[in-house]
């Protein structure tokens, strides 16, 4: 599955059903600062040869899941060919490359008929199905090759059961190591789809047959690896479905290939191996298939929209090699895509800020107009392969939002986004941005220099819509503080709530428990005039929860905060919360739901 491009199919239906073809050929998962503040701590301990930036490209999975008419005539998934490859390579190569697309990623089923079933050589290594790819791989990559670009190639993680041929299968290049060698004796399985049985890495044929397959795809001359269904992740948890292993096998496989080839790990993978990932790989999926395995490539709700949530957790990890990886960007074929022009630009939008790899699975050969001036617009591209951070989301994870990240010359990029199913307007305060008073103000999208604006920017969004910009302040100064502790004994807890200890928290203490009427009084947050205050709220949550935020007892608003990655990570949401002159009382109530625990607000000293 492109997590799920192997399996097929997607997390949503595990995935739809068992995937037709699947079925028939496999049966035999310090606190995050503030936007403004934020240092990208990320950067993996490993040269960043492959992954200095996000990658560009395009990837054949979206075409081959989708059931848009014309797309599969010869059945499921049956839209990769050497032909179509071809015609991608040499559309991107004419429309994109310019710009800084050059990978073609070859994604699951090149060694598999149109039934699905494999062919593999005589060392249990994946081999081209010649129908398919009827020169094999490495004419497919030289072709690739000469157009300027990188080819791609995918496998699922594992040792495919087709593979293992009873324990006979010899391994290249090992002599007397067979595949009975390489799994656990009681052929335990692996991966998203139990499709493959794990490979057992103390021994040292094992390493071995990665290496055989590594080194098989160097002579072939391939640049970027996916390796798919890994876990702890795609849908599995618990030792059988633990695939560091696998992971660091691969990456030590490719460096003795002496070929600086990609390795991104794919999907969902669980984020308390975030160390892992970064270790080991140049990028890894954080979610589930974007496609919708449905009769266009995606559609917003199945499930482009998932990643305003999911992202928030992750944004720390991404930095110059390894990112954050959203799946494809399906933002260029019109209907096809399955979207609205609104949607199609927020979906760019959000990856652009993101930093994810930016590689699309449209058909490259009819690119509508608008399609592909979202994907050629080069001061978004800049966003996002400049050496800017990632954007962290600064408010609440309500329906309309704000993220933004500092850069490095102290600029701001800010995007403004309405999730809604309606219009609404968006505002970014600059006090929530971290800073007071003017700043210039630039349209990326539509490059556009908006004048300067004092305190805020506030847009009217259609639904599901989004601004981008470049905010350059003006002789603004740093917004100052006063940070109020959740444990303070000043405070007032009631219900559930309690204090505990917290390593990751500002004074080591948190008030948790905030469950079903628990709630935590904040008393005397002083502020020196009324006015509407941009309230910095730090937590922790190991998922998305929600908590109502009121000030001296007037009307409650709810607000959504995202996972922050783990009960041991803290991060920020600001809140705009109207305070009266002097002394008030700031509640978060958990109402009849689950809270986040709180570590501490942090309050401006001026409206």
């Not at 997590?3 to 035999?28: E, Q």
């Not at 010899?170 to 335990?188: F, N, S």
């Not at 049985?197 to 795809?217: E, G, N, T």
């Not at 696998?246 to 080839?261: N, S």
Request: hydrophobic letters at 35%; glycine letters at 10%; aromatic letters at 10%.
């Amino acid at each position: 599955m492109r997590s799920s491009s192997y399996s097929v199919l997607p997390a949503r239906a595990l995935r739809a059903a068992a995937v037709l073809a699947l079925a028939a050929g496999l049966a035999t998962t310090a606190p995050a600062t503030h936007a403004a503040t934020a240092a990208v701590t990320g950067t993996a301990a490993k040269a960043p040869a492959t992954a200095a930036k996000p990658y560009m490209g395009w990837s054949s999975w979206s075409m081959q899941s989708s059931k848009y008419p014309g797309l599969n005539p010869d059945g499921d998934y049956s839209y990769l060919t050497e032909a179509n490859v071809l015609k991608q390579t040499d559309a991107l190569a004419a429309k994109l490359k310019k710009y800084g697309y050059e990978y073609v990623n070859i994604d699951a089923g090149w060694w598999r008929d149109r039934t699905w079933k494999p062919e593999f050589d005589r060392y249990a290594r994946q081999k081209a199905d010649p129908a398919r790819f009827p020169r094999g791989m490495k004419p497919v990559a030289d072709h690739i090759h000469a157009k300027g670009l990188k080819a791609g190639i995918y496998l699922p993680v594992g040792l495919e059961k087709e593979a293992y041929r009873n324990g006979t299968s010899p391994i290249w290049d090992a002599e007397g190591c067979t595949t009975a060698d390489i799994v656990y004796d009681d052929l335990r399985t692996t991966n998203g789809w139990d499709s493959a049985y794990k490979i057992d890495f103390s021994d040292p044929c094992a390493q071995k047959y990665v290496d055989s397959q590594a080194r098989m795809f160097a002579d072939w001359g391939y640049d970027f690896l996916k390796l798919d269904g890994v876990g702890p992740g795609s849908s599995k948890s618990g030792e059988n479905y633990d695939n560091v292993a696998d992971v660091a096998a691969w990456q030590k496989a490719i460096a003795a290939t002496g070929r600086p080839i990609h390795l991104e790990v794919s999907w969902s993978l669980d984020i308390a191996h975030a160390a892992d990932w970064k270790k080991y790989s140049d990028g890894w999926r954080i979610d589930t298939d974007v496609e919708c395995y449905c009769n266009t490539l995606v559609s917003w709700e199945n499930s482009v929209d998932d990643r305003w949530a999911d992202l928030p957790a992750w944004t720390r990890h991404a930095g110059p090699g390894g990112w954050n990886d959203l799946d494809a960007l399906n933002v260029g074929n019109g209907q096809m895509d399955g979207l609205t022009k609104a949607e199609r630009q927020s979906y760019a939008t959000l990856w652009a800020i993101a930093k994810s790899p930016l590689y699309t699975g449209d058909d490259l050969t009819r690119l509508d107009s608008y399609g592909l001036s979202l994907l050629t617009n080069k001061e978004v591209i800049a966003v996002n392969q400049g050496d800017t951070p990632p954007a962290d989301l600064v408010t609440a994870s309500d329906p309309q939002q704000v993220w933004a990240a500092k850069n490095p010359d102290g600029t701001y990029t800010v995007a403004l986004f309405n999730l809604a199913d309606g219009p609404a307007a968006v505002t970014a305060d600059f006090p929530a941005l971290g800073f007071s008073g003017k700043a210039a103000v630039r349209d990326l999208w539509n490059h556009e220099n908006l004048g300067t604006h004092r305190h805020k920017i506030t847009q009217a969004l259609p639904a599901h819509g989004s601004r981008l910009f470049t905010v350059t302040p003006e002789g603004a100064s740093a917004v100052p503080l006063t940070g109020y502790e959740a444990e303070s004994g000043g405070n007032t807890l009631a219900g559930s709530a309690s204090v505990g200890d917290c390593s990751a928290c500002s004074d080591g203490r948190k008030v948790g428990n905030l469950y079903l009427g628990g709630k935590l009084t904040f008393n005397d947050v002083v502020v020196p005039e009324a006015g509407t205050y941009q309230v910095r709220i730090s937590y922790l949550s190991g998922d998305p929860r929600a908590a109502s935020v009121s000030a001296n007892g007037g009307g409650a608003v709810r607000h959504t905060f995202a996972s922050t990655g783990g009960w041991g990570t803290v991060s920020t949401a600001t809140v705009s919360v109207q305070l009266k002159a002097g002394a008030n009382t700031l509640t978060i109530d958990s109402g009849s739901d689950y809270a986040p625990d709180i570590d501490r607000i942090d309050v401006p000293r001026s409206s």
